[in-house]
């Protein structure tokens, strides 16, 4: 879901917050703390309430720091002090803040992090009133003035896409296979299965090769977007016979270009890590989700997607190929599949909703160009 990491009403030595202090010297819009998700995490994908930071580090430092935590149950243990998340549980929040050592630097670089934020007079998210209300509003009780804007590939279709400033650039390493978007032509709508786990996670050999069997034994196509280093430290050739079993109905290319993938009839299904724009993709496009999270906020959009908004089933950490077979077909075919595919168009329309003129993202655009210009005057 929509992130502010570790946003804190408490410092890291606990003095008492008072949001005027916190303020001073950031009166301008422009000095808004924005979504640098190829920079750094700072507003990325998750709302871990407005005390998660330093409640973590209190618990910490009370003692309750038992190394053996992600073995001996705690994990699913419900959480019930972050505002904002119902329901969220310790496995779902990011594995860099489950720490049992205030020493941590990711923990410390975070925790630093949400200080910046709090100094902000304002702060931009990429998400929309109806997908994050109770996590927005919990927000909103510390710092008041946020600008929810997204889905951003949605309100993009506002701009002149050919005007200077508005072109879209892609920062991807590899290159993009636009033949895939021509063989998913040739498929029935809502019947391919795509597959794409972003450009950072990494598996075993093992887990790639459980992942293919499991989509080749579903018998249903399907476009797999695996990188040439996909695989920690080795690059893995799959078996013939895998190739033999998918032939004229499976689709393997190291890159492509994914909101037009999501946005074509023919896919049906989105096996995803659950990164933050990849979800906002997939939801702009009424495209269900299997989740498979890896890291960092994945595991929180995870829970969001499956539990909280009712369009996704997640996969086992330790993949089966059985486990791929059945939900994969179970998303296609199944009703609890109908289910979710109807509530994916649902969510679709909220989304477009919010970025159509008069929609709350399409209404909080106009109002934070306007504040900025206000305050350059």
Request: glycine share 8%.
């Amino acid at each position: 879901m929509p992130l502010l990491f570790l946003f804190s009403r408490l410092s890291r030595k606990r003095r008492p917050w008072r949001w005027e202090e916190e303020r001073q010297g950031a009166e301008g819009v422009g000095e808004v703390e924005t979504d640098r998700v190829k920079g750094g995490l700072v507003l990325q994908n998750v709302v871990i309430g407005e005390r998660g930071y330093c409640l973590v580090g209190e618990k910490v430092e009370g003692g309750d720091r038992d190394e053996n935590f992600e073995i001996d149950g705690t994990l699913d243990k419900s959480l019930d002090w972050i505002s904002g998340m119902k329901n969220i549980r310790l496995k779902d929040i990011p594995s860099f803040i489950r720490v049992t050592t205030l020493d941590d630097i990711m923990f410390d670089f975070l925790g630093s992090e949400a200080r910046n934020c709090l100094r902000s007079s304002s702060i931009i998210i990429n998400t929309f009133q109806d997908l994050d209300g109770e996590a927005l509003d919990s927000l909103r009780a510390t710092n008041p003035n946020i600008y929810t804007i997204g889905p951003l590939d949605l309100l993009g279709r506002h701009f002149p896409k050919k005007e200077k400033g508005f072109m879209s650039v892609g920062s991807s390493l590899w290159k993009n296979d636009s033949n895939c978007l021509t063989w998913l032509d040739k498929w029935e709508p809502n019947s391919v299965v795509y597959v794409n786990y972003g450009s950072i996670t990494v598996m075993t050999s093992h887990h790639l090769k459980e992942f293919a069997w499991g989509l080749a034994n579903s018998k249903l196509p399907f476009l797999w977007i695996t990188r040439p280093d996909v695989v920690k430290g080795e690059s893995v050739a799959l078996p013939q016979d895998f190739f033999d079993e998918i032939k004229d109905r499976g689709y393997i290319t190291s890159w492509c270009i994914q909101d037009q993938v999501l946005s074509h009839p023919s896919v049906g299904v989105f096996l995803t890590h659950c990164g933050w724009n990849s979800t906002l993709e997939s939801i702009s496009s009424g495209v269900p989700m299997i989740c498979w999270p890896f890291f960092a906020e994945q595991q929180t959009n995870a829970r969001y997607l499956c539990r909280n908004w009712g369009i996704g089933m997640e996969i086992n950490h330790d993949v089966k190929r059985e486990e791929i077979t059945k939900l994969v077909t179970e998303m296609m075919k199944g009703e609890k599949g109908m289910e979710i595919r109807q509530k994916s168009l649902e969510w679709k329309n909220k989304a477009i909703r919010a970025t159509d003129v008069g929609g709350s993202s399409y209404n909080n655009f106009h109002k934070l160009i306007k504040d900025i210009f206000h305050k350059a005057i």
